[in-house]
């Protein structure tokens, strides 16, 4: 028995150190490694040195499984990792929803002292595992467009939910005083079902990126939960990292939209719009252009800007940014991508496509290390991003937007939008930048345009 | 009581530890951050097999076995996918 806790032990330690790694662009993949090898052993030494009696529930499981893994992780497009993301995320939650019923069950039918501790865990490990798992599934369907991607908001949502928070807590507490009673934990996984499911419901597509990062924190919880139940310190040390590590990107996501930690989780986005009359802003003012223009405003340009937003990602516009970033450079233009925090739907989407396009890493410039640039930058091309590029977000400080740290494009000589049209971001509040006097609109599919752009400049 | 508050200390321990390691990870790693991370908290794969594997009766049987597949996608998806993120990173070495 001492050696399988020796072993968990390795295996904690792997996960720390993989974790470490991982937060390294030169390290990442040995962290990937180490935190797998930890798993290995992990899971080898359960099988093969615990209290397993029998292993014919266990190999088909983890032969369907590893072959779902396996496909899935394969055949995903980079674009839609967020929400793959997402559902990885989910079987985790779900796994420890139905752990911990089983050991809870097993504990019942094994007529054993069920202690607070036990009743209580459970209890939890059910709440957040259920939240988990809907979650994350209603975050899915959102972003395959299974469901609609917008927010959903009835009257008295929030009333809604703190009621339903309220039923779940008395239940957990009836799980307590009467813990041979299982069906009460499946009552209050049901209930916590629909809280997940509530809760992700009020969060739309730019939201996005904090609730994924809120639900992968939720799922270490969960796994951590569960490690209580079964007092199991592996479960506990891991799913606590993970907890940790979700919550952090929490954090620097909700920075990054300039909302407090509760106006995110709860999408609670400023409904008040300011009134602005769309015509009063884009009317005679919008210019329109061609690639052929815009080739050789390139073309002649000393250093180049490339912004890049979920729009990017839908046209899955990635390779043909690398064609006209290579071509320009290979014409003696200096390119580089500014990449706002939450660009795209989860944290760090831009960089995957954009690294799985084979650009450099150290061409991909953050927020901060792009801004002071601008002013010193020729050509800024605008693909698919909206929002985090809206000039209001430092002047207008009754927009929805107000705050919140934006690309400052603007700043730069002159900007080309791409875009199919003038539609309002997700903030649903129109963009100045696109009737600025040195901005010009370049309509269309964003991979087609940026080919054209690629045809034109080479036949300058 | 005695196991529980053990139980915490490590919850806790490790919760900072969490805190400490990721802090400073740069913007373009947070993807692979998470995607690394969501699969080690398939670490619940460990609970699973325990509850598969205890032989005590059909129902907790059913639920391990449930348990076993969700966790194990969790687990070697989460994994499986990073790796092929993070190779498209390191070409560019």
């Known amino acids: ?29 040995r962290g990937n490694i180490l935190g797998a090898t930890g798993m290995l052993i992990a899971v080898l030494v359960t099988l093969f ?16 499984g590893t072959v779902i893994g396996i496909i899935m992780a394969q055949k995903i497009p980079m674009t839609a990792i967020p929400q793959l993301v997402a559902l990885f995320n989910g079987f985790g939650g779900g796994a420890s929803v139905l752990v911990a019923g089983a050991a809870f069950a097993e504990a019942v039918v094994l007529q054993a002292q069920i202690t607070k501790q036990l009743a209580i865990a459970t209890a939890i490990s059910g709440l957040i595992g259920a939240v988990t798992f809907w979650g994350s599934l209603l975050a899915f369907a959102k972003l395959q467009g299974i469901t609609t991607e917008k927010a ?23 799980i307590v005083i009467y813990p ?16 997940g499911i509530m809760l992700v419901l009020p969060i739309g597509g730019a939201d996005m990126p904090v609730i994924i990062a809120l639900l992968n ?16 310190n592996i479960l506990i040390v891991s799913g606590a990292l993970v907890g940790a590590s979700g919550l952090i990107l929490t954090k620097i996501m909700c920075k990054a939209m300039n909302r407090s930690f509760a106006n ?5 986005q400023n409904a008040a719009a300011t009134e602005t009359k769309v015509d009063d802003i884009y009317t005679g003012r919008v210019k329109s252009s061609t690639a052929e223009e815009v080739a050789i405003m390139l073309d002649t340009a000393r250093r180049v800007v490339i912004t890049p937003g979920y729009g990017m990602a839908v046209a899955h516009a990635q390779h043909a940014v690398k064609v006209l970033a290579t071509l320009l450079q290979s014409r003696g233009v200096e390119v580089e991508f500014g990449i706002h925090p939450v660009a795209g739907r989860m944290p760090g989407h831009m960089n995957v496509l954009l690294a799985e396009a084979e650009i450099p890493y150290e061409k991909l410039k953050t927020m901060d290390e792009i801004n002071p640039t601008f002013e010193q930058t020729d050509v800024v091309l ?14 207008e400080p009754r927009s929805p937007l107000a705050g919140m740290p934006i690309l400052n494009v603007d700043k730069a000589r002159s900007v080309v939008v791409i875009k199919r049209s003038l539609s309002p971001g997700f903030a649903g509040i129109p963009n100045p930048l696109f009737a600025a006097g040195n901005t010009v609109m370049l309509y269309g599919d964003g991979r087609q345009v940026v080919l054209d752009l690629v045809a034109a400049i080479g036949e300058l | 009581m005695e196991l529980f508050i053990s139980a915490l200390t490590i919850f806790v321990l490790a919760t900072f530890v969490g805190f400490e390691v990721i802090t400073k990870v740069p913007p ?34 059913i639920l391990g076995f449930i348990a076993v597949v969700f966790a194990t996608i969790n687990v070697v998806g989460g994994f499986l996918v990073t790796h092929r993120m993070l190779k498209m990173f390191k070409q560019k070495d």
Do not use: K
């Open chain 1, 1 to 29: 028995m001492n050696y399988i806790n020796t072993a968990y032990l390795v295996a904690s330690a792997l996960f720390i150190i993989g974790l470490r790694d991982l937060s390294h662009p030169r390290t990442a993949m």
């Open chain 1, 217 to 232: 924190s939720y799922s270490g919880l969960a796994a951590a939960a569960t490690g209580f139940v079964l007092s199991n």
């Open chain 1, 382 to 395: 605008v693909i698919g991003a909206n929002d985090v590029v809206n000039p209001v977000a430092r002047t």
């Open chain 1, 49 to 64: 040195a615990g209290r397993i009696i029998g292993y014919a529930a266990i190999l088909p499981g983890i032969v369907i």
């Open chain 1, 152 to 174: 959903v908001r009835f009257p008295g949502q929030s009333l809604v939910n703190i009621i339903l928070g309220v039923i779940i807590l008395l239940i957990g507490a009836l």
């Open chain 1, 180 to 195: 041979d009673e299982l069906w009460i934990y499946w009552i209050l996984v049901a209930l916590s079902s629909i809280l």
């Open chain 2, 28 to 61: 373009i790693l947070h993807t692979p951050l998470m995607s690394g991370s969501n699969a080690i908290s398939g670490i619940t794969l460990i609970g699973a097999l325990i509850a598969a594997g205890a032989g005590e009766n059909i129902l907790i049987t």
């Open chain 1, 264 to 268: 995110c989780i709860f999408g609670q």
